[in-house]
Antibody, heavy 121, light 107 residues
Framework: QVQLQESGPGLVKPSQTLSLTCTVS??????????WSWIRQSPGKGLEWIGY???????YYNPSLKSRVSISVDTSKNQFSLKLSSVTAADTAVYYC?????????????WGKGTTVTVSS | DIQMTQSPSSLSASVGDRVTITCQAS??????LNWYQQKPGKAPKLLIS???NLETGVPSRFSGSGSGTDFTFTISSLQPEDIATYYC?????????FGAGTKVEIK
């Protein structure tokens, strides 16, 4: 079955750019049946949806983060990536990647295990 | 953005109790609502889609109902393995938004 795995640095300095990659296994990111998404969860807080990308490269970003966020896709590697610029301590969170069905109910039915990113000098 | 208001924020119940969580949307979202379960240290797991559609493999003690702005999630008989935080999530409009979560504990 499809599995997602986040990877990237666990520690980022303030004002720098956070970069994470999600590797998709057991299925093709180019299937067209899904959007590929990033979600984060700050310590002790709820879930915040960051945005998604389609295999074609079309994206949607949460307006709350839009000025700092970029999501890209590499279909040859079956990966998609998140970049968040000018980070502060408020960006410290567990970052999840997930797939969202493109047809029918927009459910996030497969999630990665999450990766913790701490913003600190 | 559509705001999702969940209540209560936490609850404590005995094994076998019926547990009910409510989720209110700031505008009509028809039935475009999902429910997720998140256990400590784990990613969220999809339980219910379209407000009331139980995902394959999810125990039948879980159920959801509602439409428009008011939704309910129910555990008919609480089990020890149901200890988790539950989130509602709307997909009527982008950006997708979640409720703040309800932490369910055993009394």
């Amino acid at each position: 079955q499809v599995q997602l795995q986040e990877s990237g640095p666990g520690l980022v300095k303030p004002s720098q750019t956070l970069s994470l990659t999600c590797t998709v296994s057991g299925g093709s990111i180019s299937s067209g049946d899904y959007y590929w998404s990033w979600i984060r969860q700050s310590p002790g807080k709820g879930l915040e949806w960051i945005g998604y990308i389609y295999y074609s490269g079309s994206t949607y970003y949460n307006p709350s983060l839009k000025s700092r966020v970029s999501i890209s896709v590499d279909t040859s590697k079956n990966q998609f990536s998140l970049k968040l610029s000018s980070v502060t301590a408020a960006d410290t969170a567990v970052y999840y990647c997930a797939r969202i069905a493109a047809v029918g109910p927009s459910v996030m039915d497969v999630w990665g295990k999450g990766t913790t990113v701490t913003v600190s000098s | 953005d559509i705001q999702m208001t969940q209540s209560p924020s936490s609850l404590s119940a005995s094994v076998g109790d019926r547990v009910t969580i409510t989720c209110q949307a700031s505008q009509d979202i028809t039935n475009y609502l999902n429910w997720y379960q998140q256990k400590p240290g784990k990613a969220p797991k999809l339980l219910i889609s379209d407000a009331s559609n139980l995902e394959t493999g999810v125990p039948s003690r879980f159920s959801g109902s509602g439409s428009g702005t008011d939704f309910t999630f129910t555990i008919s008989s609480l089990q020890p393995e149901d200890i988790a935080t539950y989130y509602c999530q709307q997909y009527d409009n982008l950006p997708l938004t979640f409720g703040a979560g309800t932490k369910v504990e055993i009394k």
